[in-house]
């Protein structure tokens, strides 16, 4: 049984003849399903198939500007409505590196020691593709030969650093029974790696890998080789789903292991832990009550914590490294400051995901900040007397709104009016604004000397062919004026001009007027209908690795209903394991 998985290789790995072996092997571009009973817990069922049946019609993208984000769900109750289940499409996903790092971490937690190295061996792989603002879409997490290359580097020092640490042998290899500590080594990593129990023929091949090492090159070898073939396999590579038999001839449920890997990757970011992989075995995960019992559990783990992944690509705060920034307008900066204006909202989010009611409107209007003393200093605010970041009131300020995604596409020497506006329409709205053309001169500079930048945006919409997307952008990324490509308060701007941030919300559902400031804009965004939904299918987009589709109306209505009455964060987490798309998955169509 196989499922196809896009693994490409190089044409050459220069590798141990033994690693070169099992490394094509794992290169084939296929995954061995097992055909043992989907009854048993141990099995992950399944039978040969593409990966992606057709369920459901294609996915629909943002919506136009002027035409709002609608919500997917009708009137009335429309989750009563939903009788038979629809989960949508659901591809086979590969570890988005994030995930990758996360579950070699929690794989290799007793030689904390390794830490450094996988660390090193995450960096060194090509960053993601990004797609409606999110690097983990299954559908552009394919294995190309550079990223093969990677893997196989990490995979060779990962092991040969793991053969000899102490903590991941399951037993001591003592004289004479080197083998059979070998075969106890297999079955415990084996399935903390593939996120199931080995199969029988799964288990038989890497016995004789590590039987056939042994003898000809030692113990310690024969620990390396098999590490390094495992954490090559698409099966840890992978998030590999067969399915359960039975049920009809569309969906089917996820098998137990299955159920436990959706649920360590939505609220964890990692491999299922022992205690959920046993959970997986006993049958705790077989009804949804037990599932969202579990997820709720789940939250409270430190390793929740990991969340924050979602928000960091929604709010785009990946961009803060490397962002340079003019001293000669800002004067010298400190060295931390991207990273404490990262942990500044790490620490503003987790507070609120950490409370049941942590809502969505406290999270885009908070009128305080978490700051250490450093980042005090830099925004002009009184220094706490505690180390590290402590909460501090801030009434001029309007949650993640005016935290680093502010500052994240501005320019090194003043803001970025246009992309502040089109942050709010695209990601906070779901609205589509279309590039500007290729004869438009997008630099504003050069318009109108001494000018403030309300005045230059002005003068360019008189300009053919940029009215109709600035009359939209503009208005809204002008609320955002008081504050300065480094995050500061201010009231002049970088050319010594008074600040106005009146502006304008237009083209929406339910939002549309004047606003005064960026701590109005938050309270209507808040308030929105529009800005709600559109929240809802980004958290939906980020958690299953896919975009909506028409298929996934009930799926969303679930969790607009979940968000409606108190708009809590950790809730609509939770309501995630209560949709189609969580609970069932397409049936594999058989190969001939």
């Known amino acids: 049984m196989q499922i196809t998985t896009r693994l490409v290789c190089p044409s050459s790995i220069h590798r141990a003849p033994y690693a070169l072996v099992l490394a094509l092997a794992a290169c084939t571009g296929t995954v061995e399903l097992p055909d043992d009973s989907p009854s048993d817990p141990a099995s992950t069922g399944g039978t040969s198939s593409v990966v992606t049946p057709p369920v459901g019609q294609g996915g629909q993208g943002t919506s136009p500007v002027g035409q709002?984000?609608?919500?997917?769900?009708?009137?009335?109750?429309?989750?009563?409505?939903?009788?038979?289940?629809?989960?949508?499409?659901?591809?086979?996903?590969?570890?988005?590196?994030?995930?990758?790092?996360?579950?070699?971490?929690?794989?290799?937690?007793?030689?904390?020691?390794?830490?450094?190295?996988?660390?090193?061996?995450?960096?060194?792989?090509?960053?993601?593709?990004?797609?409606?603002?999110?690097?983990?879409?299954?559908?552009?997490?394919?294995?190309?030969?550079?990223?093969?290359?990677?893997?196989?580097?990490?995979?060779?020092?990962?092991?040969?650093?793991?053969?000899?640490?102490?903590?991941?042998?399951?037993?001591?290899?003592?004289?004479?029974?080197?083998?059979?500590?070998?075969?106890?080594?297999?079955?415990?990593?084996?399935?903390?790696?593939?996120?199931?129990?080995?199969?029988?023929?799964?288990?038989?091949?890497?016995?004789?890998?590590?039987?056939?090492?042994?003898?000809?090159?030692?113990?310690?070898?024969?620990?390396?080789?098999?590490?390094?073939?495992?954490?090559?396999?698409?099966?840890?590579?992978?998030?590999?789903?067969?399915?359960?038999?039975?049920?009809?001839?569309?969906?089917?449920?996820?098998?137990?292991?299955?159920?436990?890997?959706?649920?360590?990757?939505?609220?964890?970011?990692?491999?299922?832990?022992?205690?959920?992989?046993?959970?997986?075995?006993?049958?705790?995960?077989?009804?949804?009550?037990?599932?969202?019992?579990?997820?709720?559990?789940?939250?409270?783990?430190?390793?929740?914590?990991?969340?924050?992944?979602?928000?960091?690509?929604?709010?785009?705060?990946?961009?803060?490294e490397g962002l340079s920034r003019d001293p000669r307008v800002f004067g010298a900066l400190p060295d931390e400051l991207a990273e404490w204006q990262r942990e500044e909202t790490r620490a503003f989010v987790s507070a609120l995901l950490r409370r049941n009611d942590g809502s969505f409107t406290e999270l885009l209007t908070a009128p305080y900040t978490y700051v250490n003393r450093g980042l005090a200093r830099h925004y002009g605010l009184p220094e706490p007397s505690e180390n590290g970041f402590v909460r501090v009131d801030a009434p001029e300020r309007s949650g993640v709104l005016t935290q680093a995604m502010l500052i994240a596409h501005d320019k090194p020497s003043r803001t970025s009016i246009v992309k502040r506006g089109l942050k709010i329409r695209t990601d906070f709205l779901c609205q589509n604004v279309p590039a500007p053309p290729n004869d438009v001169a997008l630099d504003l500079e050069g318009l109108g000397e001494g000018l403030s930048q309300r005045e230059r945006l002005e003068l360019h919409r008189t300009e053919q062919g940029c009215a109709s997307c600035h009359s939209r952008l503009d208005p809204v990324?002008?609320?955002?004026?008081?504050?300065?490509?480094?995050?500061?308060?201010?009231?002049?701007?970088?050319?010594?001009?008074?600040?106005?941030?009146?502006?304008?919300?237009?083209?929406?559902?339910?939002?549309?007027?004047?606003?005064?400031?960026?701590?109005?804009?938050?309270?209507?965004?808040?308030g929105s209908a529009e800005a709600r939904s559109c929240y809802v299918k980004q958290t939906f987009r980020f958690f299953f690795g896919r975009d909506v589709e028409a298929a996934d109306a009930c799926s969303i209505a679930v969790l607009e209903q979940a968000f409606a009455e108190k708009q809590s964060l950790s809730e609509l987490l939770v309501a995630l394991t209560r949709t189609d798309a969580f609970l069932y998955r397409p049936r594999l169509e058989e190969r001939p």
């Open 68 to 320: 709002g984000g609608s919500s997917a769900s009708g009137a009335g109750d429309p989750v009563a409505a939903c009788a038979s289940p629809n989960p949508g499409t659901a591809p086979l996903r590969r570890l988005s590196n994030a995930e990758y790092q996360n579950t070699l971490t929690d794989l290799f937690a007793a030689a904390p020691g390794l830490s450094a190295v996988i660390e090193e061996a995450v960096r060194a792989m090509p960053a993601e593709t990004e797609s409606l603002g999110f690097r983990n879409n299954a559908e552009l997490l394919t294995v190309q030969s550079l990223v093969a290359q990677k893997y196989m580097d990490a995979a060779e020092r990962i092991a040969a650093a793991a053969a000899t640490a102490p903590g991941i042998l399951p037993c001591e290899p003592e004289a004479g029974a080197e083998l059979e500590c070998g075969k106890k080594l297999v079955a415990d990593f084996g399935k903390r790696a593939y996120r199931r129990p080995l199969t029988d023929a799964e288990r038989a091949r890497y016995e004789a890998l590590f039987e056939e090492i042994l003898t000809a090159d030692g113990f310690t070898a024969a620990v390396e080789a098999f590490l390094y073939t495992v954490l090559l396999s698409p099966n840890f590579l992978y998030r590999v789903e067969s399915g359960e038999a039975g049920g009809n001839e569309a969906i089917t449920r996820p098998t137990p292991y299955e159920m436990a890997s959706r649920l360590s990757y939505t609220f964890w970011q990692s491999a299922p832990d022992a205690e959920l992989l046993a959970a997986a075995e006993t049958g705790e995960l077989g009804t949804p009550e037990k599932i969202e019992a579990r997820a709720r559990a789940m939250l409270t783990d430190p390793r929740a914590e990991r969340l924050f992944r979602y928000f960091e690509e929604w709010l785009d705060l990946d961009r803060l």
């Open 477 to 526: 990324g002008l609320v955002f004026e008081s504050f300065d490509a480094v995050g500061r308060y201010r009231t002049t701007d970088e050319d010594g001009n008074p600040i106005d941030t009146s502006g304008e919300l237009s083209f929406t559902l339910d939002a549309d007027g004047p606003v005064a400031d960026a701590r109005e804009l938050g309270a209507r965004l808040a």
